[in-house]
């Protein structure tokens, strides 16, 4: 992905369609690993993200 904020924009799209996927998954993970670090921004989207899960908000959808 590449892009400034990449793991916000990804949580963005778990949010719109309320389900966190084994792709969005995997991408934030590979994001974290490439990067070696995490931005402010992407780590209070990745903390709304579990908010939202534990919330009961956001599906966690299993691999098939």
């Known amino acids: 992905m590449q892009t ?3 793991i916000r ?3 963005e799209k778990a949010l ?3 389900k966190l996927t084994p792709e969005i998954e995997n991408e934030i993970n590979y994001e974290l690993t490439a990067l070696g670090y995490i931005s402010d921004v992407d780590y209070e989207a990745l903390e709304l993200l579990m908010a939202e899960m534990d ?3 956001i599906q ?3 691999t098939s």
Do not use: D, M, T, W
């Open 4 to 6: 400034k904020y990449a």
């Open 9 to 11: 924009q990804l949580v």
């Open 16 to 18: 719109n369609i309320k």
């Open 55 to 57: 919330a009961g908000r």
């Open 60 to 62: 966690l959808v299993a």
